[in-house]
C-alpha cells in the first residue's frame, strides 16, 4: 500500500502542477493527446479519491494525538 500511497501522491502533484500552469495558460497535458490526457485526468482523479479515503491513517497531523491535532482527534 505504501507503492500505491506513493504513485497516488505524484499523481496528485502533476494534476495540482497542470492547473496551476493552466491557469497561466498552458496545459501540459493537453499536448499528450486526446486519449492519453483523458487517461491522465482519470488516474489523478482516482488519485484524489484515493487519498481522501485513506488520508485519516497516513496523515500523521491528522492522527489521534499526532502534532497538529485535526480532524482525527
Same mark, same amino acid.
Given at each position: ?6 504513485? *497516488?501522491? !505524484?499523481?496528485?502533484?502533476?494534476? &495540482? ?7 497561466? /495558460?498552458?496545459? %501540459? %497535458?493537453?499536448?499528450l493527446g486526446d486519449t492519453?490526457?483523458? !487517461? !491522465?485526468? !482519470?488516474?489523478? &482523479? ?6 481522501? *479515503?485513506?488520508h485519516g491513517k497516513d ?6 494525538? &499526532?502534532? &497538529? /491535532?485535526?480532524? /482525527?482527534?
Open positions: 500500500m505504501k507503492a500505491l500511497h506513493k504513485v *497516488a501522491f !505524484v499523481l496528485l502533484v502533476i494534476g &495540482g502542477l497542470n492547473w496551476l500552469l493552466t491557469a497561466f /495558460g498552458w496545459n %501540459v %497535458v493537453a499536448y492519453l490526457a483523458t !487517461v !491522465v485526468y !482519470v488516474l489523478v &482523479g482516482l488519485s484524489a479519491i484515493y487519498l481522501v *479515503a485513506t496523515c500523521r497531523w491528522c492522527m489521534k494525538g &499526532g502534532m &497538529g /491535532g485535526g480532524m /482525527g482527534t
